[in-house]
C-alpha cells in the first residue's frame, strides 16, 4: 500500500517517522515549500514530489498534514482521484468546507477517508471506555504551552477540538445548549476558552482549553450514577472509581442512599503505545478489510459544528 504524505511541518514529520511502524509504504513526500520537502525526503530516504499531483499519480493513499486551511482542497482532489485520504485534525477550516468535503466522500463510496483525532487511540481512553454508561457530568482541561505553530486558527479548532471529538463520542445525545466564554491575548483568535455544554438527555460538559498556560494538562473527567472516570491523556493514565454491589479485593464498604455499596478503585498505568501509529494502522485496516474508518468524516463534521458553535458565542460576546 503506497502512501505519501502532504506537508513536512513538526507534526508532517512526526507521520513519517510514525509509517516505518506499519505496514505503509510511504514513498515520498509533498510541500508547497520545496526545501522543506527536499530535506524531510532526504531523512526519511524517500522521494520529493514537486507537485501534489505527481503524487497522486503514484500512490494509492494520501496523509494530509499541510497547513489547515489546505485541507478542503488537497483532500478534495485526492479523493477525486480515489486515492484513501487521511487528513489530521482539523478536518477543514470551517463547517461550509466539511459539509462540502463529506457530500465528496458519499460520493466515492470505495474510498476511505479517516480524520485525525488522536485522542481516539490514546490507551487511557481506549480503557476507560470499557466503563463508559450514560456519563451525567464531564470536566474536561486541556492546557499548553504558548506555541506559534497551530494559531492559524482558534484555541478551539486547534486544542479543544480534540475533547470535543472525545465528548461527542461519549455522550450518546445531541446538544441542547452552549455558553462560552475566550478571550485573545497573543493572537487574533481566542487563546483561552471555556464551553458549558449541555445535551438533551441531561449531561453537562464543562470544557476548557488554553494554549498560553505555564503547565501543560489534558485531563478528562467523567461522573455517572455508579462511577468516576478520570483520564490523564498526558500521561495515559487512567482512573475508574466504582461502585458495585458485590465485595471485591481491597474494596471499601460504604452507605449509600441506595443500600450497601463497596468502592472499587482500579488505576491503569501507562502504557508506551504511539497513538499515531494506531491511528494509522486503523486507517490501514479500514482499507484493506473494507471497513468504515473509526473516525469518519460524518464525525469529524459534527465536531466541527460544534466547535463553530462555541466560536459564534464568543463572537456575540465581543460584538
Do not use: W
Not at 520537502?37 to 494509492?60: G, P, R, T, W, Y
Not at 481512553?125 to 466503563?131: C, D, G, L, S, Y
Not at 475566550?182 to 476548557?208: L, M, Q
Amino acid at each position: 500500500m503506497r502512501i505519501g504524505v502532504v506537508g513536512t511541518g513538526h507534526l508532517g514529520n512526526i507521520h513519517l517517522k510514525c509509517l516505518k511502524q506499519t505496514d505503509f509504504n510511504c514513498i515520498g513526500v509533498f510541500d508547497i515549500d520545496r526545501d522543506k520537502a527536499i530535506v524531510a525526503a532526504s531523512q526519511h530516504q524517500i522521494k520529493s514530489f514537486s507537485s501534489f499531483q505527481n503524487m497522486l499519480q503514484e500512490v494509492d493513499a494520501t496523509i494530509i498534514v499541510s497547513d489547515t486551511t489546505s485541507h478542503f482542497e488537497l483532500a478534495q482532489e485526492s479523493i477525486q482521484a480515489n486515492k484513501h485520504t487521511f487528513i489530521e485534525k482539523p478536518v477543514t477550516a470551517n463547517v461550509d468546507e466539511a459539509h462540502a468535503l463529506n457530500a465528496t466522500v458519499h460520493s466515492y463510496p470505495d474510498v476511505k477517508v479517516q480524520v485525525g483525532h488522536v485522542e481516539r487511540y490514546n490507551p487511557a481512553f481506549v480503557t476507560a471506555m470499557e466503563q463508559l454508561q450514560n456519563p451525567k457530568f464531564i470536566e474536561c482541561h486541556r492546557l499548553a504551552n504558548f506555541n506559534p505553530r497551530g494559531n492559524d486558527v482558534s484555541v478551539i479548532l486547534d486544542l479543544m477540538i480534540h475533547d470535543l471529538d472525545i465528548l461527542l463520542t461519549v455522550v450518546k445525545s445531541k446538544v441542547h445548549e452552549i455558553r462560552a466564554n475566550g478571550v485573545s491575548i497573543v493572537s487574533k483568535t481566542p487563546d483561552i476558552c471555556n464551553a458549558r455544554i449541555e445535551f438533551e438527555n441531561g449531561c453537562v460538559a464543562n470544557v476548557t482549553a488554553s494554549r498560553i498556560s505555564l503547565n501543560q494538562m489534558r485531563k478528562f473527567r467523567i461522573f455517572q450514577s455508579d462511577a468516576y472516570i478520570g483520564i490523564d491523556f498526558l500521561k495515559k493514565q487512567s482512573q475508574i472509581i466504582q461502585l458495585k454491589d458485590e465485595q471485591a479485593k481491597d474494596s471499601m464498604k460504604i452507605e449509600t442512599h441506595l443500600g450497601t455499596k463497596y468502592l472499587n478503585v482500579k488505576s491503569q498505568p501507562a502504557q508506551e503505545l504511539n497513538a499515531i501509529v494506531e491511528e494509522q494502522k486503523d486507517f490501514y485496516n479500514a482499507i484493506v478489510n473494507d471497513l468504515t474508518p473509526t473516525v469518519n468524516v460524518n464525525h469529524a463534521l459534527n465536531v466541527m459544528k460544534l466547535a463553530d458553535n462555541i466560536e459564534k458565542k464568543l463572537n456575540k460576546l465581543n460584538v
